[in-house]
């Protein structure tokens, strides 16, 4: 099987080209080769696959093996695999994935993509649609018990879905312990992905993320999606905010008349490969 590792800021996939290749089961494939000793080491493998109501379909799978509705870091590299491989020649195209079709902007120099504009569509706050197990409509701001220690969260979703805490420090939580607790929290049936956001001034934040499936990455594009969100609606930041993660910034603008969320950030290839899939 041919391969492509990329990232955005960080955030790392395997990215086939299924137009060509065929995976039979691509969940076990991701849980092996996602291994970061044994296997190519990723957050998961991405297929860029055909699609029969967008230009191109984005079919992602985490480390453990699960599927993902959506991840704002990999559909970038989708696009830039999609126009870096002559796939197309335009610089907008559509994408489907789980949670929709989104519209990318593609900015490439010297025939290949850099930055990729990606309209993240609208945020889902209804905490039955995101899925919460919540007594009120929207969960804003509402303090949650997590292990004995009382966490205000934000919900959101992105077409996945996200918790939003605000801290006085990300660089001392200690994540690896925490983070599955809120992962697992009984208030999300369908698990969660959470953000650790420290607030810098009015147009700046740093963010830490711990996700369902793969543990804390480098950067989550959804849940910088979110943390925009939940900063605005918590009133401390304006709708133009930077996102600084472990892996690099993100640039995020909610639009909040006209209900959409819109990303730009890099999009990287680190290496080609091939690898033998055959006893997997």
Known sequence: MKFTKMHGCGND???VNAFEEKIKDPSKVA??????????????????????????????????????????????????????????????????????????TLFPKDGKVETVKVDMGKPI????????????????????????????????????????TFVDDTKSLDLEKIGPDFENHPIFPDRVNTEFVEIINRNEVNMRVWERGSGETFACGTGACATAVASVLNGLTDNHVTVHLLG????????????????TGPATTVFEGEVDISAI
């Open 31 to 104: 849980i092996c080769l996602s291994d970061r000793h044994k296997g190519i080491g990723s957050d998961g493998l991405i297929l860029v696959a055909p699609s029969d109501v967008a230009d191109v379909r984005m079919i992602m799978y985490n480390l453990d093996g699960s599927e993902g509705a959506m991840c704002g870091n990999g559909i970038r590299c989708v696009g830039k695999f999609f126009y870096d491989y002559k796939m197309t020649d335009k610089t907008e195209i559509t994408v489907e994935t789980k949670s929709g079709i989104k519209k990318l």
């Open 248 to 263: 690099g910034d993100l640039d995020l603008f909610y639009d909040e008349d006209n209900e959409t969320v819109w990303m």
């Open 125 to 164: 706050l209804n905490a039955k649609d995101i899925p919460a197990v919540f007594d009120k409509d929207q969960l804003i701001n509402e303090p949650v018990e997590v292990n004995g220690k009382t966490y205000n969260l934000t919900a959101v979703s992105m077409g996945n879905p996200h918790a939003v």
């Open 13 to 15: 996939y395997i990215y």
